[in-house]
């Protein structure tokens, strides 16, 4: 479904299968309606890997289908053990489904995935199980480097602001509160009275920056923006953030890892903190200027 599992799945299988996704750049998942297309691709598929969670809440009965029919359909968030997975206040008993930007966690999905691999091919199994193993190691280097990144912002003005609650996860395994103006779906309308204490936030604790995303909507940030100029206070878009979609295909922001990079090291710099100007790899496409 998601572009961040269709990258890892890639790098699991390397030449043993073909892997499509469903959603390209900039689309969000919570709102996706699948069309004929995509539902003609999920029942052709062999395999089926999706976020779960419910984050691709509008294909749930699709999915209900397939399975029904013995479709070998898997829900990557299985990776997780249920005792680390959020439960948002405004979530109504609901799991937080934006386990991605926990490199960590993403890390164990990566090898749920490849189990799944191993079971269904068992004859292609130890290059699944090695192509698993060099990806996590490389995912290991990258969630040390945004440890690090985050780490040297000032405690002042560490305050990650965005759309909607997408990292919580990237909150809590880096250390970073994070404030937002919708919760953790993007069907529910943000409320005036949401913007409002969010501003009066920003403007009491005179925080330096806040960060559209690539996949929601950028009214809402505007508002925030407006409100927060009318306390007397300027406050800068830091840059866009890749939260529920990746960056452009074929592009490294358009990796898992790229998109990870990207996020971790604009953030740092929009925030006083210090970081490469071409990211974790030096492959970050836009330099990014403090």
């Known amino acids: 479904t998601i572009a961040m599992i269709t990258d890892v799945v890639k790098n699991i299988v390397g030449e043993h299968a073909l892997v499509e996704g469903i959603m390209g750049e900039d689309v969000d998942p919570h709102l996706f309606q699948p069309q004929r297309d995509s539902v003609m691709r999920i029942q052709k598929a062999d395999i089926v890997f999706y976020c779960g969670l419910n984050l691709e809440g509008q294909m749930s009965r699709l999915f209900e ?83 690090d990144c985050i780490a040297t912002i000032p405690e002042s003005s560490r305050y990650l602001v965005t759309a909607h609650d997408a990292f919580g996860y990237f909150s809590r395994a880096y250390k970073i509160p994070v404030k937002s103006v919708q919760g953790i ?14 501003v009066g936030f920003l403007a009491t604790h005179k925080i330096p920056a806040i ?53 971790a090291t604009i953030v740092t710099i929009a925030l006083g903190g210090k970081a490469p100007l071409k990211g974790f790899n030096g492959k970050l496409e836009q330099e990014k200027s403090q």
């Open 65 to 147: 289908q397939q399975a029904g029919k013995g479709k070998n359909l898997f829900a990557v968030s299985n990776g997780v053990e249920t005792s680390y997975l959020r439960k948002p206040g405004e979530a109504h008993g609901h799991y937080d489904p934006h386990i991605w930007p926990d490199v960590d966690a993403w890390s164990q999905c990566a090898q749920f995935i490849a189990d799944k691999m191993c079971e269904l091919d068992p004859s292609h199994s130890e290059e699944y199980k090695k192509n698993c193993s060099q990806y996590r190691e490389e995912l290991s280097k990258l969630n040390q480097y945004i440890k």
């Open 185 to 198: 779906s993007t069907e529910s309308e943000a409320g005036v009275q949401d913007i409002n204490k969010l």
């Open 211 to 263: 960060f559209v995303e690539s996949s929601t909507p950028k009214k809402n940030i505007e508002a925030v923006i407006e409100g927060v100029k009318a306390k007397g206070f300027n406050i800068q878009v830091g840059g866009e953030l890749f939260s529920d979609a990746m960056g452009k295909t074929g592009s490294y922001e358009g990796t898992y890892i790229g998109m990870m990079d990207h996020n």
